[in-house]
């Protein structure tokens, strides 16, 4: 049954294990009290952003089942997102802490996906999830970077599917909806777990360089595949769009 009830309840609610996870984080890595203020109004922004987009009627109550879990990710990756602006991450202890917590969110996408194929699958779950593993990834590059073990080079993980979207506002057929592959899905969990890699404590920067370079090859291979297919596929119309 379609529903109208209101997502913000669930945005709230989220705010208990947000504040967990800042506050464990916090107090294990002695951040400063800016920390808190910065995870605050990163997660405001992500709330406004969601109750912009999400649409007005959905199937079943608020945010649904599976969004409920993505959600809660949400809630581990955003603490990690403002870390680059309050430490180096080259302390072993905080590097297991971010790891941990990487972890645990990168598992609990395979639990909403689980969800979503129990009670439903819709087009903005399926976007929510994609946009959040994307995030992950960008702020995991930064993280490694921050290591000083990767060069800048490795952002290309994080920030290559950005480009692409930006690249899309200048050619409008890369805009096209692409047919769905097992390998993007496959490849953001090597790109995640590539980076966990690099951020383990006891890697050489000539491991985390290896194995960073191997990720962003197959990444760099995977988007020309389907830019070469967009291309191929394009339309007068589309074009026009």
């Not at 379609?2 to 947000?18: E, F, K, M, Q, T």
């Not at 439903?120 to 990834?137: I, K, P, Y």
């Not at 990444?219 to 074009?239: C, E, N």
């Amino acid at each position: 049954m379609d529903s109208n009830r209101p997502v913000w309840p669930d945005l709230v609610v989220a705010i208990g294990p947000l504040a967990a996870c800042t506050g464990l984080t916090a107090w294990w890595m002695a951040l400063p009290a800016r920390y808190l203020v910065d995870v605050t109004a990163v997660y405001f922004c992500f709330a406004l952003a969601i109750l912009r987009t999400v649409p007005r009627v959905r199937p079943g109550d608020g945010l649904g089942a599976a969004n409920r879990v993505t959600l809660v990710r949400a809630t581990l990756v955003l603490p990690l997102a403002s870390l680059p602006l309050h430490t180096t991450t080259s302390d072993a202890r905080d590097l297991w802490w971010i790891i941990a917590v990487a972890a645990i969110a990168m598992a609990l996408d395979g639990v909403d996906g689980w969800v979503a194929r129990r009670y439903g699958a819709t087009a903005f779950g399926a976007r929510f999830d994609m946009e959040l593993d994307a995030f992950l990834l960008l702020v995991l590059s930064l993280l490694v970077w921050q290591t000083g073990n990767v060069g800048p080079w490795v952002l290309i993980i994080g920030g290559l599917r950005y480009f692409f979207v930006l690249a899309g506002r200048v050619w409008p057929c890369l805009r096209g909806d692409l047919p769905p592959r097992w390998r993007r899905k496959a490849g953001c969990v090597v790109q995640g777990a590539a980076l966990l890699f690099c951020l383990l404590p006891m890697v050489s920067p000539v491991g985390a360089i290896a194995v960073a370079g191997a990720a962003a090859t197959g990444l760099v291979i995977s988007f020309a595949i389907d830019v070469a297919w967009l291309i191929t596929h394009a339309t007068p119309s589309r074009d026009h769009v």
